[in-house]
């Protein structure tokens, strides 16, 4: 059952790579294990682990660890597109398997043929269209997580680029600036609304209690309609 759930996610998201912070052992052991539980590990040859970036300081982001997220994430991007793989999936090591895994991966593998998507998130905000396993997400729709977020090597590219600008403009430039990674996420997509974005109901990846390397105020937190629903969202968690 572990290998064919292994199976299903390559299926579904190509690769894997896996941003861990070197110092954090605690958080590469826990993800290792948490993917040894679908057949892979890191020491799989489709599991790519990505040294996280921590920088000295915060600079125009909200936070140190809001900034090495953005980092990370951007040098992924831009590993993927540069690797001219097809698509991959971006895990951050805080990420969880549910139960019952194996089949939710195989109807969202099953689900995803033929749609051509671009971005595919393993969860779903709280307001979707239609029962799952994969939701068509509206591109003005944000989403506030980024634990895992598959994408393809052609949005991965340009992904990259749209990131690089942001870093090129100030925090709070009307273009978008410096922010929390998974708010860059969700401003691309409302500038491109042709790339289409799936999401996973019910969630194909949940997010581990631990401590934060993130820290500062969100970008939801500045957007009006979101501040209310982050703070109940940040005292829920999923069902396994």
Do not use: K
């Amino acid at each position: 059952m572990a290998e064919q759930a292994g199976a299903a996610l390559l299926a579904l998201a190509g690769r894997v790579v896996v941003i861990n912070l070197p110092d954090r052992a605690d958080r590469r052991q826990a993800i290792g294990a948490e993917l040894a539980r679908l057949g892979l590990g890191l020491e799989h040859p489709a599991v790519t682990l990505f040294a996280a970036v921590r920088p000295d300081a915060a600079g125009p982001f909200p936070s140190i660890g809001a900034r090495g997220c953005f980092l990370s994430h951007r040098a992924v991007l831009g590993m993927i597109a540069g690797a001219g793989w097809d698509r991959a999936l971006i895990l951050e090591d805080d990420a969880a398997f549910p139960a019952g895994a194996a089949g939710r991966f195989a109807a969202a593998r099953d689900a995803a043929a033929g749609q051509g998507w671009g971005i595919l998130y393993g969860f779903a905000p709280d307001r979707t269209d239609g029962p799952g396993p994969l939701v068509r997400l509206d591109p003005r729709t944000g989403v506030m997580r980024s634990h895992f977020v598959a994408v393809t090597g052609e949005v991965a590219g340009r992904l990259a680029a749209y990131l690089d600008a942001m870093l090129a403009r100030p925090a709070g430039d009307p273009q978008g600036g410096p922010m929390h990674v998974d708010g860059a996420y969700s401003w691309f997509r409302r500038d491109h609304p042709a790339v289409l974005t799936l999401a996973a109901v019910p969630p194909l990846a949940l997010q581990r209690a631990s401590r934060s390397d993130i820290a500062g105020t969100r970008w939801f937190d500045r957007l009006p309609g979101l501040r209310a629903a982050s703070g109940a969202l940040r005292r829920l968690r999923p069902p396994r």
